[in-house]
């Protein structure tokens, strides 16, 4: 079954990120090499899934050859003969840590190109409905919505939150844009990012510009407003392409 197989993927999959193993010339980690021991979430929930799948010992170090991992997991599986995590448990692990924290694959409702380290991975995700191949690129279904979810990357509508995020950023931009002080157009037009940052962070207060900063030069606030930043001056370059020669 579809199933067992995905249990062997994400398996493997894991395995060779916990051991370092994704370069094209890597060979693949033998039994007894150590699991990574970051700190990072990712990496904790990587080992205890790898520990809950059969593949790691109490010392985490790796229990097998890696290049048994999908197999093993697979039998393991079809036998039945012990209870496996929670497919979306595994599927979790696994998007924390090729998803987030390595970047292998999107975590938005958006069409990706994934890595081609993770494909067989992506395979195993879209002949159960996971996910929804498009050429060469793949597309998150509902049905990774629940793994999603636990991870923290969708909200409980199935959206992602990243998306939700820059379009509000689009949508506050495009407010300020509408009434853009002269000066700020001017940082934006000549890409002066910083000015473009202390302005949004001293004058654009509730969805209007303000002639003076209310707050003095409030700092704390730049390296937040980066993304603010950056839409804004998108928009006023996409808007004033002439006015954007006129500047050099």
Aim: with cysteine; aromatic share 6%; glycine share 6%.
């Amino acid at each position: 079954m579809a199933i067992h197989r995905l249990y062997g993927e994400l398996a493997a999959s894991l395995v060779r990120a916990i051991t370092d193993c994704w370069a094209p010339s890597a060979v693949p980690a033998r039994a007894g090499a150590k699991l990574d021991d970051m700190c990072q979430t990712a990496f904790e929930c990587a080992r205890s899934t790898l520990a809950r799948l059969g593949l790691a010992t109490d010392e985490y170090k790796l229990a097998i050859d890696a290049d048994r991992v999908a197999q093993f997991v697979m039998d393991r599986s079809r036998a039945g003969q012990i209870t496996l995590p929670p497919i979306d448990d595994v599927l979790t692990a696994w998007i924390l840590l090729c998803g987030s924290q390595l970047g292998l694959a999107s975590l938005r409702r958006l069409p990706f190109t994934p890595h081609d380290d993770i494909r067989p991975v992506m395979d195993a995700l879209a002949a159960l409905g996971y996910a929804k191949p498009l050429g060469n690129a793949f597309i998150w279904m509902d049905k990774i919505g629940p793994a999603m979810q636990m991870s923290g990357y969708w909200d409980e509508n199935n959206l992602s939150r990243e998306e939700l995020e820059q379009r509000d950023v689009d949508l506050d931009m495009r407010n300020a844009l509408a009434s853009i002080p002269e000066d700020v157009k001017h940082a934006a037009l000549t890409d002066n990012r910083t000015a473009v940052v202390k302005a949004l962070a001293a004058r654009w207060v509730d969805g209007a510009w303000l002639p003076d900063s209310v707050d003095g030069d409030p700092w704390w606030r730049w390296a937040a407003l980066a993304p603010e930043a950056k839409r804004l001056m998108e928009l006023v370059q996409g808007a004033d392409g002439p006015l954007t020669r006129d500047v050099n």
